[in-house]
């Protein structure tokens, strides 16, 4: 199989999905363009997770033209998407170039690596998954990608705190080959990593220069950690933060992620979250990331819109506009 295009290929066949979502070249530029300095001393960005409109069933380029065209200033693509737009032939580098063509940031990628499992067999196996997973994220100009417990959630897998600080502290050292970061997630249902104190503390005992935390709002609420512990997290281990709600019912012990609504839409403590970021001086992207769907019975370009408005709404109604 041909595993690169010709830019003209490549370029063709994007500008075919650009005009089935309505791209606006105009648009694009005008988001491109630097923004003025700020004066605040923290500053809020807008990304989409792909997860958000996985429901559709688009391919990667078709995921970036619909980010791009809803004005939104990165994408969180997941890496299962990005291996197969690799295995059908695409070019990463042309497609980190549009990317930032159309005003985007890859700021994270979201893979299911079992790097933290017990099993040393599978633990390898997740591990070389992960650092082809951080090429890949490389050679698109990406930064950051998800560490979640991957192959270590279902109770009586219960790991020990030193175990997961060694392996974590290795694999922020294979991150350092390619660039890309890995950012300890948070699953609020797992049996590791369930809460914001158990990855300070792993976290904290890795003793890495490079280690971060990726929460989540539905995550913290689901694993019952307080919005006030944010407060221990300072602005260079939050480089990405996951927008959601939830609603009232069903209740924590029973919700799962496909009850997540938008921001604002549920009974989340947005305000103070938001705050909280705000004071520890985060320079965040505030990651819309939900998998509802009935939103997906709407048009992707109007369910990427909504979600948008939606976050920047939550921050006004922070007073952090």
């Not at 690596?113 to 650092?131: F, H, M, N, P, T």
Request: aromatic share 8%.
């Amino acid at each position: 199989m041909n595993t690169n295009l010709s830019r003209r290929q490549f370029f063709g066949s994007s500008a075919a999905v650009a005009a089935a979502v309505g791209f606006s070249g105009v648009a694009a530029v005008a988001r491109a363009q630097t923004p003025a300095a700020s004066t605040k001393p923290y500053r809020f960005r807008y990304g989409l997770n792909a997860g958000t409109i996985r429901g559709y069933k688009l391919g990667f380029v078709e995921q970036v033209e619909v980010a791009g065209k809803a004005g939104y200033e990165g994408i969180e693509p997941w890496m299962s998407d990005v291996e197969k737009f690799v295995q059908g032939g695409g070019s990463l580098k042309d497609m980190g170039k549009h990317c930032k063509d159309l005003g985007l940031a890859v700021y994270g990628g979201i893979g299911f690596a079992s790097w933290i499992v017990d099993d040393e067999q599978q633990r390898a196996k997740g591990v070389e998954r992960l650092k082809q997973e951080m090429d890949w994220l490389a050679q698109l100009g990406g930064t950051h990608i998800a560490a979640p417990p991957a192959g270590a959630t279902k109770q009586g897998m219960k790991l020990e705190p030193a175990r997961m600080a060694e392996r974590y502290r290795a694999i922020l050292e294979l991150g350092r080959q390619s660039g890309v970061i890995p950012q300890l997630e948070i699953w609020g249902a797992s049996a590791n990593l369930s809460t914001l104190n158990e990855a300070l503390d792993v976290a904290a005992r890795a003793g890495h220069p490079d280690a971060c935390i990726l929460a989540d709002v539905y995550h913290l609420y689901k694993g019952g950690t307080e919005p006030a512990a944010l407060r221990l997290l300072s602005r260079q281990v939050t480089h990405c933060f996951h927008m959601n709600d939830y609603p009232a019912t069903p209740e924590r012990a029973v919700i799962t992620d496909a009850a997540r609504v938008w921001p604002s839409d549920g009974i989340a403590p947005l305000k103070q979250i938001l705050n909280i970021l705000a004071d520890n001086h985060c320079n965040a992207m505030l990651s819309l990331e939900l998998f509802n769907a009935e939103y997906w019975k709407q048009p992707v370009a109007a369910t990427a819109a909504t979600g948008l408005a939606k976050m920047k709404a939550s921050v006004a109604a922070a007073g952090l506009a």
